[in-house]
């Protein structure tokens, strides 16, 4: 049983670039979630799917965030414009059957703006 | 609003001591489920414990120990003889059941704990 697994790393991009990350949850699991954290601090929520369906997006994510889950498998977040203030680390988590399981995170990828 | 408190942002014991993370939290719902992670230095966090609010029995496992206390709305972490390989930061989660949370979970800002040979 593989774990949930995101891509790539690290990504270094100049500010007012895009990216776009991507996230392959745990098979069976039909919850995937994106947080965000910076140093020092926990994991702040951004999104989640059920499914294909997007049902819950925080204040945090901005107009220059965009996360699709087209088929309900794998996940991609999009940042447009990139800001020095997004410099993160953006994590992915995945869970099966209600909200209140276990949330299983990735490696997380870590984003740093030049 | 839902809040969680995670007071010592730094504990340092030496190898075989006890040590207790504390965890505060605050909520609105009458059904909501607490956690703890793991965060080692590689970065993943690891899942540890999910509590739901109407099961106040302390629980065991191995080294670990966890006390819930809905009287004081804390849900706090023990290590019994403590070892290198738990130097880590540990976050305390919250997540509710009604109100909009839908699931996504609610983090402290996590205790590093530090265990020295």
Redesign the interface.
């Known amino acids: 049983d593989t774990g949930v697994s995101q891509d790539p790393r690290h990504k270094i991009t100049k500010r007012g670039q895009n990216v776009t990350f991507r996230c392959d949850p745990i098979s069976e699991h039909n919850r995937l979630y994106w947080y965000r954290q910076t140093l020092g601090q926990g994991p702040e929520f951004l999104t989640y799917f059920q499914n294909e369906a997007q049902l819950e997006k925080s204040r945090l994510l901005s107009d220059r965030f965009s996360a699709e889950r087209p088929k309900g498998s794998f996940s991609t977040l999009e940042i447009q414009r990139t800001e020095q203030g997004d410099s993160a680390m953006y994590l992915c988590a995945s869970s099966g059957g209600t909200g209140n399981q276990p949330q299983h995170f990735g490696d997380g990828t870590r984003l740093s703006i030049l | 609003a839902q809040k ?1 408190t995670q007071a010592q942002t730094e504990i340092s014991v030496v190898e075989k001591e006890d040590v207790t993370l504390d965890c505060v939290y605050e909520t609105r719902d009458t059904t909501y ?1 607490l ?1 703890w ?1 793991k965060q080692p230095p ?6 540890l414990i ?1 509590r ?1 609010s109407f099961d106040e029995q302390n629980e065991i496992s191995g080294r670990y120990s966890w006390n819930f206390q809905k009287s004081t709305s804390s849900f706090n972490f023990t290590i019994t003889a403590s070892q290198v390989v738990d130097s880590a930061v540990y ?1 305390c ?1 919250l ?1 509710g ?1 009604y109100g ?11 205790t590093k704990l530090s265990v020295k040979p």
């Not at chain 2, 590689?42 to 899942?47: D, K, M, N, Q, T």
């Not at chain 2, 909009?100 to 996590?110: A, E, R």
């Open positions: 969680v489920y956690f992670y590689s970065g993943e966090l690891v899942f999910r739901n976050f989660a997540t059941n909009g949370s839908q699931g996504n979970l609610i983090f402290g800002k996590g």
